[in-house]
Nanobody, 125 residues
Framework: QGQLVESGGGLVQAGGSLRLSCTAS????????IGWFRQASGKEREFVAA????????YSADSVKGRFTLSRNDPKNTLYLQLNSLKPEDTAVYYCAARTTYYPNYDEPRAYSYWGQGTQVTVSS
């Protein structure tokens, strides 16, 4: 079994910053890739950013490029998503997800086997 736990969400004003954390345990500790997704109320879950763990290649959605950044702390089995220059449209529940075997597409929710419980990010205007 694998487990992911997110933290770091909250309420912030537009232009502000937050850092989300995703800590892995169990089988999720040795992922092939980890992704961040978000889901706003009434909308479908959408890709935000991902990293292929062994090579370190990172990917991000056009809507967050230049504003959101991935970083990692391997001894803590933790992936961080730094959210800068936040906008009201970034308001959503943010989820991290992991996959332990190869998969070509990093931006599809169906690619991921393990999911966290989500953390709410609310950006006020």
């Amino acid at each position: 079994q694998g487990q992911l736990v997110e933290s770091g969400g909250g309420l912030v004003q537009a232009g502000g910053s937050l850092r989300l954390s995703c800590t892995a345990s169990g089988r999720a500790v040795s992922p092939y890739m980890i992704g961040w997704f978000r889901q706003a109320s009434g909308k479908e879950r959408e890709f935000v950013a991902a990293i292929r763990w062994s090579g370190g290649n990172t990917y991000s959605a056009d809507s967050v490029k230049g504003r959101f950044t991935l970083s990692r702390n391997d001894p803590k089995n933790t992936l961080y998503l730094q959210l800068n220059s936040l906008k009201p449209e970034d308001t959503a529940v943010y989820y991290c997800a992991a996959r332990t075997t190869y998969y070509p597409n990093y931006d599809e929710p169906r690619a991921y086997s393990y999911w966290g419980q989500g953390t709410q990010v609310t950006v006020s205007s």
